[in-house]
């Protein structure tokens, strides 16, 4: 049968959404387990996952920098030796650091995980952060942060998150000389508090049977040495900015970064569904009104987007773009005329039902693996949800009114209470 292409493929429906359901295994230390068994390769992605200690103002990198050291060396092995010996079972080690969490992830053939779990034992319970380390760290560290701060984007992004969260771990903005505070001692004791069996949630998927879910939980299951120190993982109340408006100019910029947005939900409120299929509309895939008008209809970018962040504590709904500085103001003036546009006017039921598929479609491809799956869990728990938030998604998505979404607009979107960064000319 030859394929006619004059004819376009029949379009289906997605009428719910599969998804894998973790078995938990609580140890006897207070760590919890949740396993993903499912995939034909033996490979299994196990993430050990950490609530960061309480922001303290006067020592604002600890959390970044604890996590980012963990693999610079332990009381038996340097760094070189942790790499070479993770490497030489073709695994791969990273650790990450999030505003609410840190993670240390480790992917293993499951036949060698006997080699590579005592690797990150040893990381997880007996880190040094070698002061030869710390000291490169700093330097490195003070160097990207100036090459950075060249960037008009980055300062936006940096003064827009200090006006929306204060002082916190959100609107923290490192400078040069924050990285003087970093001691050797404040690492240990911090990493004695934080990384320890009961603030630790364990998310293993992969190919999984009874002999490698046993021998990961008898791994980390019983004391993880040395005492640890009472920890706090309770974080300072977010406080907005009294200023609005925040404006740093760069004379001889070619462009402007614009970063404007609120404070507003994350994901554990009702509302949020709702709210992400109104935010694609605006500016959330390539075929938004933002898009559609700042960069396509008036050139005045290559891009641009807007966001919602969905945090522990808070969240966000943000704009982003960096345009012409000559045309910074009327980029402005178009953005806000996007955001009225959807508080007067309807969205006509041609451009929400694709945005509607898009939304659909962009969950079901992101379910490609067990990973995957993990991930989307992940999403639920951090935010004390269950699995039905993803069928009331859907059905948000699928049944949410044009009515309902100008309600929503009118509701979040007022332009009074928006902050606005422009770094370069205005």
């Known amino acids: 049968m030859i394929l006619n292409r004059k004819i376009a493929p029949e379009f289906k429906g997605i009428d719910n959404i599969e998804l894998l359901h973790p078995e938990k295994r609580q140890l006897t230390n207070g760590c919890q387990m949740f396993s993903f068994k499912s995939g034909d390769q033996d490979l299994v992605r196990i993430e050990w996952i950490f609530a960061n200690e309480r922001f303290n103002s006067a020592k604002p990198l600890l959390n970044a920098t ?14 070189a030796e942790i790499a070479d010996k993770v490497d030489f079972y073709g695994a791969f080690l990273q650790v990450d650091y999030g505003y609410d969490h840190s993670t240390v992830t480790l992917f293993s053939l499951t036949k060698h995980l006997k080699h590579t779990l005592p690797v ?8 040094i952060f ?8 700093i330097r490195n560290q003070q160097q990207k942060l100036q090459v950075s701060l060249q960037k008009n984007d980055v300062v936006a992004r940096r ?15 490192a400078n040069p000389d924050d990285y003087k505070t970093l001691k050797q001692d404040d690492l240990l004791q911090h990493f004695r508090q934080m990384y320890q069996p009961q603030n630790c949630i364990l998310i293993v998927a992969g190919k999984l049977d009874a002999d490698v879910t046993n021998l990961i939980s008898a791994t980390f299951d019983g004391d993880w040495g040395a005492e640890k ?6 974080q300072p109340e977010v406080l907005p900015a009294a200023e609005h408006f925040y404006y740093e100019e760069k004379p001889e910029a070619l462009q402007s970064a614009i970063r404007m947005g609120i404070p507003s939900i994350n994901r554990s409120h009702k509302n949020f569904p709702a709210l992400q299929v109104l935010n694609t509309v605006l500016g959330g895939y390539f075929g938004s009104r933002l898009m559609a008008n700042i960069r396509e209809d008036k050139g005045y970018t290559y891009g641009i987007g807007s966001g919602l962040s969905s945090l522990k504590n808070g969240g966000a709904w943000f704009i982003a773009t960096e345009v012409g500085a000559d045309v910074c103001k009327a980029a402005i003036s178009e953005i806000e005329k996007e955001l009225n546009n959807l508080k007067t006017n309807l969205i006509p039921t041609e451009e929400l039902n694709l945005v509607r598929n898009y939304l659909l479609g962009s969950l079901l491809g992101s379910l490609e693996n067990v990973f995957s ?10 935010a004390g949800l269950d699995y039905s938030y993803y069928d009331n998604y859907v059905h948000i998505v699928k049944t949410v009114l044009p009515k309902e979404l100008n309600e929503l607009a009118n509701q979040y979107l ?11 000319k205005y």
């Open 66 to 79: 604890v996590n980012t050291m963990l693999t610079d060396g332990t009381g038996t092995l340097t760094a």
């Open 414 to 424: 007022n332009l009074d209470s928006f902050y606005k960064v422009v770094v370069g």
């Open 229 to 234: 120190l009472q920890n706090d993982t309770t």
């Open 130 to 137: 070698p002061e030869k380390e710390l000291d490169t760290y």
């Open 159 to 173: 003064l827009f998150n200090k006006a929306l969260f204060g002082n916190t771990l959100y609107g923290l903005g």
């Open 120 to 127: 990150v034992k040893d990381i997880l319970t007996n880190s």
């Open 373 to 382: 799956h993990a991930d989307k869990f992940k999403n639920l728990y951090f």
